[in-house]
């Protein structure tokens, strides 16, 4: 659903990453468990790999140590603005075969859509994913008015598809039917900073989620007691006024019980 699936829709993007969407539930969470332990892949940063997390938006990333694919990172993500719910997305995917290996992947109509972000890098893809559609004859009229992203190319669409153009209720059509492409780039423009401004609200409450997980886990790190209690099986490097945990944190006191020790 990500660089991978704009290659092969001819809208070529090079992407270090592999981007995945995935069904939280438990049956798809042990077999991606066991796939990403036999990929040798470690979270990396917050959230944690639950189904909730994925549920409410966010992804999970992850980065790969197994040899043929070291480095590689994963992004897995269950739910997309502005897309259709798994089950629907599934039934319009497309197939292909690679090295006897079938790849299923996100149907040009919904990678667009999902394409759709605040990003600076996305809608260049979508001109060009969408360009190559309409030059290719893939997808149909319909898809084409409401997706192409060039004025010029939007006016002969519209001019060829007069009657299904003067139906659609995209502002960028209407104008096109005019052959202005001042207008038509205007609107277009319009059109984008509406989506970027959806994108950005669809993200601040999981932003602001984000940054609390990123708090707690810093605060977790930095706790002078959990460094300390990595130490109490050490008693005697306790008793000398030196706590001797993994990061090796000097106390300059250190008051040692049977089953703690505190900083101060």
């Known amino acids: 659903m990500g660089g991978q699936a704009c290659v092969f829709y001819g809208a070529a993007e090079f992407s270090r990453d592999l981007d995945l969407l995935v069904v939280a539930d438990p049956r798809g969470f042990a077999l991606l468990r066991a796939a990403l332990d036999d990929l040798e892949a470690e979270r990396i940063e917050v959230p944690s790999f639950e189904p909730e997390f994925l549920r409410r938006g966010h992804a999970v990333h992850f980065r790969c140590a197994r040899e043929d694919v070291k480095g590689l990172r994963i992004d ?8 259709d719910d798994f089950e629907s ?5 497309s197939t292909v075969e690679a090295d006897g290996v079938v790849v299923e992947m996100m149907a040009l109509e919904d990678l667009v859509l999902a394409k759709k972000t605040q990003r600076d890098k996305d809608w260049p893809m979508i001109r060009r994913l969408v360009e190559e559609s309409y030059f290719q004859k893939i997808c149909g009229p319909a898809f084409w008015l409401r997706e192409l992203r060039t004025p010029e190319l939007i006016i002969e669409a519209a001019a060829a598809h007069r009657d299904l153009a003067r139906e659609m209720t995209r502002p960028a059509v209407a104008v096109a039917l005019t052959g202005d492409p001042e207008t038509v780039a205007a609107a277009l423009t319009a059109e984008e900073n509406s989506e970027r401004a959806r994108d950005r609200l669809w993200w601040q409450p999981l932003r602001a989620e984000l940054e609390q997980l990123r708090h707690a886990k810093t605060k977790h790190r930095r706790s002078p007691a959990r460094y300390c209690r990595l130490a109490m099986d050490f008693s005697s490097a306790c008793a000398a006024g030196y706590c001797g945990s993994p990061g090796g944190i000097s106390c300059s006191n250190v008051r040692a019980s049977a089953n703690f020790c505190r900083c101060t």
Do not use: E, F
């Open 76 to 83: 897995l993500m269950s739910k997309l603005r502005g897309v």
């Open 89 to 93: 997305l599934w039934l319009r995917r």
